[in-house]
């Protein structure tokens, strides 16, 4: 399965430049924004995707879903980076989980600008490209931090500016690219050595949360009590198992407002 897979994943990641960009609409939220790349490409996966598992349900960005099951799920982001993708700003993926017992077994995430693929299955490790790959073992005061800005949610805005200047004072430095999934699979990579955003949705952070783990690092949703879940909203907080600790007390100093 792991190769047919791949190949959807491909595929999809062709529609990113071989079909035009004709339509953008707005979504609920602040530049919250839909084009119809993300539309076709979801209808693409939900197709491919349930001949590989037949059986097997989709969660995606661009549908209507039902809730999370014990049955086989794909959860689907067909263009993680929207707003990237309408500037030509060539930083977007395809993100696609295989949830099992409402957990991931399987995550890939095909960013097809640099023509990378991170894929991991559960128990057996993440690779890119087919290469194994690890988080970093990068100390606080060295590590470049990844987060999100939770555009669609002004109410976080602040208070994740707040906390991306908190982490700029101890550590190298901050980015911020635009895309949980890609972010997520940098970390994995080593290319980062943390990542926070205070919003994401389950299609943005269930594969990269898997490929986190199975390369060695540390994954939470540090408002929410209790194990990771994949059908809510929820703040993602990862790093390499090295600064796990001072990137989460960070986290907590500055996030108290929010468990309210």
């Not at 602040?30 to 979801?42: K, L």
């Not at 550590?171 to 994995?188: E, K, M, N, P």
Request: with cysteine; charged share 25%.
């Amino acid at each position: 399965m792991r190769e047919k897979l791949m190949q959807i994943a491909k595929t999809a990641g062709d529609f990113f430049s071989a079909r035009s960009l004709s339509r953008i609409d707005q979504k609920e939220g602040h530049a919250n924004f839909v084009t119809n790349i993300d539309r076709e490409v979801e209808e693409y996966l939900q197709q491919a995707l349930l001949s590989l598992v037949p059986g097997s349900q989709v969660i995606g960005e661009e549908k209507e879903n039902g809730a999370l099951t014990d049955a086989p799920t794909w959860i689907v982001d067909p263009v993680d980076g929207t707003t990237n993708l309408i500037h030509d700003y060539r930083c977007s993926a395809v993100s696609i989980a295989l949830c099992e017992n409402r957990k991931p077994t399987v995550g890939l995430i095909w960013q097809p600008w640099m023509q990378e693929m991170f894929y991991a299955e559960a128990g057996r490790g993440a690779a890119m490209n087919g290469k194994e790959i690890h988080v970093s073992e990068t100390p606080f005061d060295r590590a470049l931090v990844a987060f999100g800005t939770a555009p669609y949610h002004t109410e976080l805005a602040e208070k994740s500016m707040e906390l991306a200047l908190a982490y700029l004072h101890s550590c190298a430095d901050v980015r911020r690219s635009g895309s949980a999934a890609i972010d997520l699979a940098y970390l994995a990579c080593g290319r980062h050595d943390a990542f926070f955003e205070l919003n994401l949705k389950p299609w943005d952070y269930a594969a990269g949360s898997l490929i986190v783990r199975e390369a060695g690092g540390v994954v939470s949703m540090p408002l929410e009590p209790g194990e990771m879940r994949y059908d809510r909203s929820a703040a993602i907080l990862a790093s390499n198992m090295v600064i796990a600790d001072e990137i989460r007390a960070v986290f907590d100093r500055y996030t108290g407002s929010l468990r309210a």
